[in-house]
């Protein structure tokens, strides 16, 4: 049973490098966030009224960007919730194990990046809300 809540996620105000010719912002792992990257993927042409998510991890560290666009994400720890609507490329959520997301309101071309702690496994996955319940010890 995992113990995190939704006060162990957060914003995180990333780098950034201002430059007329466009600006950067560098992300590395154990220094920017608080785990080393080993994945990186993003989803990019969710048709308007689409949702993703809708499934929590039981070891898997995530910091979601808004490369292009903006979305919400929804983190409930079982108990709470909390909507975040990430709209800035320079601002990372970071999300810790045990917490069940939900994405939605991708506006038209939006971008989500995602940098995660660990490789793919399905096994590391809760996909059923009710299975996310027992596992944290609430139902």
Same mark, same amino acid.
């Given at each position: 049973m995992e113990?995190?809540?939704?006060?162990?996620?957060? $914003? *995180? &105000? !990333?780098r950034k490098i201002s430059d007329p010719?466009?600006?950067?912002? =560098? *992300?590395?792992g154990?220094?920017?966030? =608080?785990? &080393?990257?080993?994945r990186v993927y993003y989803l990019y042409d969710v048709p308007g009224g689409?949702?993703?998510g809708a499934h929590a991890h039981?070891? !898997? #560290?995530? $910091?979601? *960007?808004?490369? /292009?666009? /903006?979305?919400?994400?929804? $983190?409930?720890?079982g108990m709470n919730k909390k909507s975040f609507n990430l709209n800035r /490329? #320079? #601002?990372? !959520?970071l999300?810790? =194990?045990?917490?069940?997301? &939900? $994405?939605d309101d991708f506006s038209s071309g939006a971008v989500l990046l995602?940098?995660? /702690?660990?490789h793919y496994e399905a096994e590391d996955y809760i996909r059923d809300y009710d299975e996310f319940l027992k596992y944290k010890g609430i139902k």
């Open positions: 113990h995190t809540t939704i006060k162990d996620c957060k $914003l *995180i &105000d !990333l010719r466009g600006n950067l912002t =560098p *992300i590395e154990g220094k920017d966030v =608080p785990f &080393d990257i080993k689409e949702s993703r039981k070891q !898997l #560290y995530q $910091l979601i *960007i808004a490369a /292009s666009g /903006s979305f919400s994400v929804t $983190l409930d720890d /490329s #320079y #601002y990372g !959520l999300i810790v =194990p045990g917490i069940w997301r &939900d $994405l995602c940098l995660a /702690s660990e």
